[in-house]
T-cell receptor
Framework: GQNIDQPTEMTATEGAIVQINCTYQ??????LFWYQQHAGEAPTFLSY??LDGLEEKGRFSSFLSRSKGYSYLLLKELQMKDSASYLC??????????WGAGTKLIIKP | DAMVIQNPRYQVTQFGKPVTLSCSQT?????MYWYQQKSSQAPKLLFH???????NEADTPDNFQSRRPNTSFCFLDIRSPGLGDAAMYLC???????????????FGPGTRLTVL
């Protein structure tokens, strides 16, 4: 079956760095997305990776290893507004978007 | 600003009373999606339209229907809401559709449905 795994919840301190991991098992692979979702709001697009390596975008970076079926989202200089759920989603060979359940990130002062 | 708009943001209905949720977009995207998301769960795709082409997910209950009268608007009709249908309903759009590997989905703010 197709599956996306990510931790349910993580806690970090304001100003610190946190890495949210995601592993995927899909029939084929056509790219991996990270979305941010604040409580009660819609997901907003953060990043897309289809090639191996690190993509940096300001305080947020996303990494992909296709051979390992693994991605992570790295958040630097954490701010209180970064408290949200972070969803990993991957396109399978049929371009169906398979979603993880999200990682709830709690930022403490 | 180009955007995806959903109305209403909060909808309360009674058990069994039909309800319609609406979504509009100013992005001129070809594809519109409806997702159901329950608390702490991944969004679950109900169906999507590629232009006028309707694509239903195999496990979407018959209770859920959709209409797309034009490029800009898409509606989700729940014919007889049950208590289990209480959820956040998310509308999303994408430019090129599932065949384009880099196609990003952009979400509206969602409609939170309560069933009494």
């Amino acid at each position: 079956g197709q599956n996306i795994d990510q931790p349910t919840e993580m806690t970090a301190t304001e100003g610190a760095i946190v890495q949210i991991n995601c592993t995927y098992q899909t029939s084929g692979f056509n790219g991996l997305f990270w979305y941010q979702q604040h409580a009660g709001e819609a997901p907003t697009f953060l990043s897309y990776n289809v090639l191996d390596g690190l993509e940096e975008k300001g305080r947020f970076s996303s990494f992909l290893s296709r051979s390992k079926g693994y991605s992570y989202l790295l958040l630097k200089e954490l701010q209180m507004k970064d408290s949200a759920s972070y969803l990993c989603a991957s396109y399978d060979s049929n371009y169906q978007l398979i979603w993880g359940a999200g990682t709830k990130l709690i930022i403490k002062p | 600003d180009a955007m995806v708009i959903q109305n209403p943001r909060y909808q309360v209905t009674q058990f069994g009373k039909p309800v319609t949720l609406s979504c509009s977009q100013t992005l001129n995207h070809n594809v519109m999606y409806w997702y159901q998301q329950k608390s702490s769960q991944a969004p679950k795709l109900l169906f999507h339209y590629y232009d006028k082409d309707f694509n239903n997910e195999a496990d979407t209950p018959d209770n859920f229907q959709s209409r797309r009268p034009n490029t800009s608007f898409c509606f989700l009709d729940i014919r007889s809401p049950g208590l289990g249908d209480a959820a956040m309903y998310l509308c999303a759009t994408s430019r090129d559709g599932p065949s384009a590997s880099t196609d990003t989905q952009y979400f509206g703010p969602g409609t939170r449905l309560t069933v009494l």
